[in-house]
């Protein structure tokens, strides 16, 4: 079974950037779909961005969309989440996550697997 370790998170000014990295252990890495969420205090975890199992597809919350880029190496077992432009509002706990869906769930249900989190804290 996959297990995910989310790292980069940190404090940054607003309009900087941060890349998170998830390393997932274990074989089958390249047969899950993948997924970042978020979740601010006192809000419910949010969608933030996904990618396909070979990274063809990607889909992204409209908050995020042209500041983020999700990626992913499938021979380094990493996905990766490239963010731009930083706002205190994206301050958040960041997850990573991972699906067997063939398509790029935005719902945390279809996610079997999650990290533990990064924080992520943007200051204004």
């Known amino acids: 079974q996959v297990q995910l370790v989310e790292s980069g998170g940190g404090l940054v000014q607003a309009g900087g950037s941060l890349r998170l990295s998830c390393a997932a252990s274990?074989?089958?890495?390249?047969?899950?779909?993948m997924g970042w969420f978020r979740q601010a205090p006192g809000k419910e975890r949010e969608f933030v961005a996904g990618i396909s199992r070979n990274g063809g597809t990607t889909n992204y919350a409209d908050s995020v969309k042209g500041r983020y880029t999700i990626s992913r190496d499938n021979a380094k077992n990493t996905v990766y989440l490239q963010m731009n432009s930083l706002v205190p509002e994206d301050t958040a706990v960041y997850y990573c996550?991972?699906?067997?869906?063939?398509?790029?769930?935005?719902?945390?249900?279809?996610?079997?697997?999650w990290g533990q989190g990064t924080q992520v804290t943007v200051s204004s």
């Open positions: 996550a991972a699906s067997w869906t063939l398509t790029v769930a935005v719902r945390s249900a279809p996610y079997d697997l």
């Open positions: 274990g074989r089958s890495f390249s047969l899950y779909s």
